[in-house]
Each structure stands twice: as structure tokens, then as C-alpha cells.
């Protein structure tokens, strides 16, 4: 899921500071705003930045190639996770979280 057309547009194409660039087409983000996380609609920017500048990247503790991404913004916390492929990264979902959710930190700000 998340995998990206080379002709698709795209909405997120960010550089990580793991070092590995994430990427979501225009077409995923509306199924991500509209199916999984309507909450998310008007968040783009806060899940670039979350990308970009997390407080912390922890390891899924299902999926080892599955990295969520956290940032606090107004008290709560953004979540971005990420499936990791080589050097590349696809945004399977993003939305508001509470609290960090559980896993391996792998990165902390």
C-alpha cells in the first residue's frame, strides 16, 4: 500500500533525518483523508513537518519495516506511518494520536 506511480502527483516527498526520503501521490492522500482519516484533511503540512522535523521515530512493533513517525502540535500528538522499502519511504496513513504509540525508538529529536 502507498507505493508510488511514476506519474502520479505528489503531496509528500520528504526528507527524513534518517536519510531516507518519504513519498505519498496526491491520489493515496485523498484515500488516507477520506477512507482512514478524514481528521487529517486539512493536516498536510503537519504530517510533512512530522516527517521532516519528528520528536521521535519508533520501529512498529508488528511490521519491522514500519516506521511511525511522531511530533506534538498543539498538545496532541501527529502520527505518520511509514513502510520503508530500501532507501524509500511510502506514507501508508497519518492521523491524531493522545499519546506515542508503543515500539522500538529508533530516533528521538
Same mark, same amino acid.
Given at each position: 500500500? %502507498? ?12 526528507? &527524513?533525518?534518517?536519510?531516507?526520503? *518519504?513519498?505519498?501521490?496526491? @491520489? ?6 477520506? =477512507?482512514?482519516? !478524514?481528521?487529517?484533511? @486539512? ?8 516527517? &521532516?522535523? !519528528?520528536? @521521535? ?7 519491522? +519495516? ?5 511530533? @506534538? *502540535? ?11 522499502? %530500501?532507501?524509500? %519511504?511510502?506514507? =501508508?496513513?497519518?492521523? !491524531?494520536? +493522545? ?5 522500538? *525508538?529508533?530516533?528521538?529529536?
Amino acid at each position: 500500500a %502507498g507505493g508510488v506511480d511514476p506519474n502520479d502527483t505528489l503531496v509528500v516527498d520528504e526528507l &527524513t533525518p534518517l536519510g531516507f526520503r *518519504v513519498r505519498c501521490s496526491a @491520489e493515496y492522500w485523498e484515500r488516507i483523508v477520506s =477512507i482512514k482519516h !478524514p481528521a487529517m484533511r @486539512e493536516r498536510l503540512d503537519d504530517v510533512r513537518l512530522t516527517l &521532516t522535523h !519528528p520528536d @521521535e521515530v519508533r520501529r512498529s512493533l508488528r511490521d519491522p +519495516d514500519v516506521l511511525l513517525f511522531h511530533r @506534538e *502540535v498543539s498538545r496532541r500528538w501527529v502520527c505518520g506511518v511509514v513502510k520503508k522499502a %530500501g532507501q524509500m %519511504g511510502y506514507l =501508508i496513513t497519518a492521523y !491524531p494520536a +493522545d499519546k506515542i504509540k508503543r515500539g522500538d *525508538v529508533i530516533w528521538t529529536e
